[in-house]
């Protein structure tokens, strides 16, 4: 299920404060930091966004 559209543009990376792409179409949904040097990749549990640095998943 995709965020809301005017969720998606307040929301901003923790860790540097970039804008994120939703990616919730995927097999496992989660929000992709789009900042360089970057690219931490949040889940999305039961619709919700969980912004956490500590739950974030590093780019390969």
């Known amino acids: 299920m995709p ?19 939703d990616r919730s179409a995927a097999g496992s949904p989660e929000l992709v930091c789009t900042g360089k040097g970057c690219g931490l990749a949040y889940p999305v549990r039961d619709g919700i966004p969980v912004l956490l640095v500590d739950e974030a998943r590093r780019p390969a």
Do not use: N
Not at 3 to 21: K, Q, R
């Open 3 to 21: 965020l809301e559209a005017g969720l998606l543009e307040i929301l901003a990376c923790p860790a540097c404060h970039a804008p994120l792409d």
